[in-house]
């Protein structure tokens, strides 16, 4: 079984910056696809970013050109660059590891974006 631990969460002025990171406990973690998912209040979970085992990116358009997804395999972490941020951005933010059999989510990281 897969556990993922998110940290880097927090409270932050609108146009200010955020790194999540996403550490996993998992032998083969460059064989599984990562995520970041996110949830407000009465909202469903939606897609921020994935990345595949091989490094091919894929970002929800609300957050297309200012966040970023990365991963680095010898760390078994996977990181959420969150520049620019709005305060729509306000959510648990929810790190995802899915291979052909399993799929696996962490705990969530309250990200909150206010003046």
């Known amino acids: 079984q897969v556990q993922l631990v998110e940290s880097g969460g927090g409270l932050v002025q609108p146009g200010g910056s955020l790194r999540l990171s996403c550490a996993a406990s998992?032998?083969?973690?460059?064989?599984?696809?990562m995520g970041w998912y996110r949830q407000s209040p009465g909202k469903q979970r939606e897609l921020v970013a994935t990345?595949?085992?091989?490094?091919?990116?894929n970002y929800g358009d609300s957050v297309q050109g200012r966040f970023t997804i990365s991963r680095d395999n010898a760390k078994k972490t996977v990181y959420l660059q969150m520049n620019n941020l709005k305060p729509e951005d306000t959510a648990v933010y929810y790190c995802n590891a899915r291979s052909r059999v399993t799929d696996n989510w962490g705990q969530g990281t309250q990200v909150t974006v206010s003046s």
């Open positions: 998992v032998i083969f973690f460059g064989a599984y696809d």
């Open positions: 990345i595949t085992a091989t490094g091919t990116t």
